[in-house]
Every structure is written in C-alpha cells, then in structure tokens.
C-alpha cells in the first residue's frame, strides 16, 4: 500500500510503528465520509502486514477528533442525508464499519489524545486499547447535548473502559471531562505534558514492538474475548493460543535470550 496517497490521514510507517494522524484540523478532525474509508482501509491493510506490529493514533493541529461533522448534521448530507432508515443504513455502511475494524484488530493500538477528543472521538479513543493523554486532553460523550445516541457504537467501549456507571454518567450528562479527571476515572493509561505526548507514545509503542509479535496479538484476542466468554471458553482458547506460540521460532529465541542476559531478537515467526 502506498502510505503517500492518503488525503485525510497523515501515515507513517516506521521501527514496525505505524503512526496515523487524522487530517482534517480545520473540521477538529471530525470524521465524514473520505476519511472513514481511508481510515477502514488502512487499518484492513495493516493487520495483515508483516511490517506493522503497533498502531499509534493521534490528531493534526489541536484536537484530537470532534466525533461527527456537525456542519453536515445541520445541512442533511453525506452520512447524515435521508430520512430515518436511510439514515439508519448510512451509520451501518458509514461510521459504523470504524468500531467494526477496530474490534477486528490483531495489532495492538495506542491513542494518543493531543486535545479534545469528543463525541465520536471520544468512541474511537476508547476503542484503542492503550490512551495517552496531555493536559490538553478533554474527553466528552456529548450526544445528547444534541438530542443524538452514540451511534458508532460508544455504549458497547466506554463501559469496557471506565466501568458501568461511570459511562453511564458521562452519557446522560454530557459534560466534558479533563485531563486529571481523564485519568482518575481509567479513561487515559498514562498522563504526561504535551511537549512529551509523542515521545512518550514512541516509547510505549517500541515496548510493545520490542516483544514477540504473535504472542502479543493472541494476547490481545484473548484479552478482547474474555470480557464475553465464560471461564472455561477462555481456558480452552488460551490452551490453544499457547500450544501456537510455544513452538514458535520467537519463543525459543526468548528462552535463549534470556538464559543469556541479552534483549531477544523477535522476528514474529
């Protein structure tokens, strides 16, 4: 895939990183349509590219992402032309293929929150499974503040992220959250200075490229899997799993680094 074509996504590929900047600062980075498609064909590619081991998230210019276009809320079109089946098949074959994708990905993801991550934007976050943030970072579930529901989906991540009830109470108020409240809550991993957010998402992305790249993306599945499955379901897939990556190249090559006191050499075979 060539990563220069790319319209509303500034993409690099880099050390096994691939780093993915929304790239509409004049729109807060709102998603419409050209961008969901870029962005859901990336991601498809990305999955299954040996190249690629993490994925970092962040946003062009001072936001974050905005959720939805509400310019094109109020004029009716693209996604939100029609009226309400239309409307409802439009979030199906729209937005809604984002969680789709990102539920569906092996490798793992970091979002790092460079400022106001709203709405649906505050969704996507939720949907990667590491967040960093800034003091510049401010988290919302806004939708009805415009009398809307979260349709990508955000009731299914923000729960799984900071819990029932305080997903509960950032749905039916409304109100935006800050960087400290960001953390306290568990919706942010790690908060350092802006200055610092993108060295710190180097790092954080390097520790994970720097271990066996199969026994981290089955880790994840089952991560993913066990907030679903019954004990047994997930002891059965993790038997599984380690019956893979214990005869991999990747898991004795851990087994001799360690016995000799030197950083393993993973090569994800």
């Known amino acids: 895939m060539n990563l220069s074509t790319f319209q509303h996504l500034n993409v690099n590929l880099s050390n096994n990183q691939l780093w993915v900047r929304l790239n509409r600062p004049e729109a807060a980075n709102a998603f419409h349509l050209p961008m969901i498609d870029e962005l859901v064909s990336l991601l498809e590619w990305a999955d299954y590219s040996d190249e690629v081991r993490v994925i970092v ?13 509400v310019k094109a809320m109020a004029e009716k079109r693209e996604m939100f032309s029609g009226e309400p089946d239309q409307l409802r098949r439009n979030y199906q074959k729209g937005i809604q293929r984002i969680p789709r994708a990102m539920e569906a990905l092996q490798k793992p993801t970091i979002a790092l929150l460079n400022g106001a ?15 960093i943030g ?9 939708f009805t503040k415009l009398a809307l529901v979260p349709g990508d989906g955000g009731t299914y991540f923000l729960s799984r992220v900071v819990g029932y009830t305080k997903a509960m109470e950032m749905f039916l108020t409304g109100k935006i ?13 790690k908060l350092v200075t802006s200055e610092t957010l993108l060295e710190e998402g180097q790092k954080m992305a390097a520790m994970i490229c720097a271990n066996a790249p199969v026994a981290v ?23 599984a799993f380690q019956g893979i990556t214990q005869r991999t190249e990747d898991h004795f090559e851990g087994l001799k680094a360690l016995e000799q006191k030197r950083p393993a050499q993973f090569k994800g075979s």
Do not use: P, V, W
């Not at 998230?57 to 276009?69: L, S």
């Open 177 to 189: 959250y800050q960087a400290e409240e960001c953390l306290e809550m568990g919706a942010l991993n």
């Open 134 to 142: 800034c003091e510049k970072t401010k988290l919302g579930e806004t």
């Open 57 to 69: 998230f962040t946003g062009e210019g001072k936001h974050f992402c905005a959720g939805g276009d």
């Open 117 to 131: 991550a709203i709405g649906a934007g505050c969704d996507f976050a939720c949907m990667s499974d590491i967040r």
């Open 217 to 239: 993306q089955m880790t994840k599945k089952a991560l993913k899997l066990g907030f679903h499955k019954d004990l047994q379901t997930s002891l059965d897939l993790l038997a």
